[in-house]
């Protein structure tokens, strides 16, 4: 016999009683959608997989004080953000995952070749993700993470706006900024050929 679904809001009220299990099915829930946020906020796949373990910590510790004005993934999103930063920020360097593939170019800010050969290829799945994962790397950490919340994760401008502490106007030209950029690194790659 199989459970019936529960809701997340029922799911976040046993979490508040102490309910770990319904947490850890809340966690179940987001715990993808954050990986993949904290790692297109810039930080490397161990990185993230710590942070992500501190934000559902933080999480859990700050049950109590969650009032639900926001939907539970836009307080996660805003705990993520946060994290990411002191991450980031605690970098004496940039630190560089080392590319398995030895053909490919080593500086993963660096953008491979334009795809004048293979255009297909290049706009398609994972070689894609890798091109728009190494050009949001190259936006400041602001417009990176408007981009990131608005246009990748879907957010409402309203949303990502108090996840990140800015007015929705700030916001919005984070996001112009960020897009604009993004748009100058792709294009490349996007270009599709002539004739």
């Known amino acids: 016999m199989s ?23 809340l966690v179940e829930i987001h715990a993808e959608r954050i990986y993949a946020a904290l790692r297109r906020f810039g930080l490397d796949a161990n990185e993230a997989d710590e942070v992500s373990q501190e934000v559902f910590l933080r999480a859990w510790r700050g049950l109590p004080r969650f009032q639900e004005r926001a939907q539970l993934s836009t307080w996660l999103y805003r705990i993520a953000f946060n994290e990411a930063q002191r991450r980031l920020s605690r ?33 398609l799945g994972r070689e894609f993700d890798l091109v728009l994962e190494r050009a949001l790397a190259q936006l400041p950490m602001d417009w990176r993470a408007a981009v990131v919340l608005r246009d990748v994760e879907g957010l409402s401008t309203k949303e990502a706006a108090d996840i990140v502490g800015v007015r929705q106007a700030a916001f919005k030209s984070r996001l112009h900024r960020g897009r604009m950029q993004l748009r100058a690194l792709l294009e490349p790659y996007l270009r599709l050929e002539e004739g």
Request: proline share 16%; charged share 30%; net charge negative.
């Open 91 to 123: 970098r004496a360097a940039p630190r560089l995952e080392p590319d398995p593939d030895p053909d490919r170019s080593d500086p993963i800010l660096a953008l491979p070749e334009s795809p004048a050969l293979e255009p297909e290829a290049q706009t």
């Open 3 to 25: 459970r019936a679904p529960t809701s997340e809001h029922a799911l976040l009220q046993r979490a508040r009683t102490g309910d770990q299990d319904a947490f850890a099915r």
